[in-house]
């Protein structure tokens, strides 16, 4: 008799992603840690604020990721990201961290969310090399939108 291999943590990511259809899952040791539907780099961000939720070693499925969660990532010390969507800036990133990716589609950039220019927050990592220093623009970024009227700008 053959047993059932066990899926690993990043499968069980985008299994729990897509089937609650969520932006983000994180899952290390075969438990759900963090789910996230707002997009952007907001779910993320959050949980790298909470210290109670310890993400090293942990795998990450989300629907989208820029260069920004991916600096994030290797801030939080995730082992492995598979994204729906990876910019090459991205994956240079992950590659750099040593973190292992895999991608539903590579892409050349992340658009901002009317497709006629580079996403905000992938420009902002892009004048980054150190993920702590890119985490901080990151967090920077989110107040000061936070702190903006609502208007048609895309969310984080």
Do not use: H, W
């Not at 066990?6 to 729990?16: C, F, G, I």
């Not at 090293?56 to 820029?66: E, P, Q």
């Not at 260069?67 to 010390?77: I, Q, V």
């Not at 901080?136 to 939108?145: D, L, Q, S, T």
């Amino acid at each position: 008799m053959q047993s059932a291999v066990e899926p690993s943590d990043v499968e069980l990511a985008r299994a729990e992603r897509e089937r609650r259809k969520l932006r983000l899952a994180i899952v290390r040791d075969g438990q759900l840690l963090v789910t996230g539907e707002r997009g952007g780099v907001a779910d993320l961000l959050e949980a790298l604020r909470r210290p109670e939720v310890d993400l090293a070693g942990a795998s990450l499925s989300d629907r989208v990721v820029g260069r920004a969660a991916a600096m994030l990532a290797r801030c939080a010390g995730i082992a492995a990201v598979q994204a729906g969507v990876l910019s090459e800036p991205a994956a240079e990133a992950l590659a750099a961290g040593g973190i292992a990716y895999s991608a539903e589609r590579r892409v050349p950039r992340i658009l901002n969310r009317t497709g006629d220019d580079l996403c905000p927050l992938e420009r902002l990592s892009l004048e980054q090399s150190d993920p702590q220093e890119c985490r901080r623009a990151v967090e920077a970024f989110v107040a000061a939108m936070a702190s903006r009227p609502p208007s048609s700008e895309p969310s984080v």
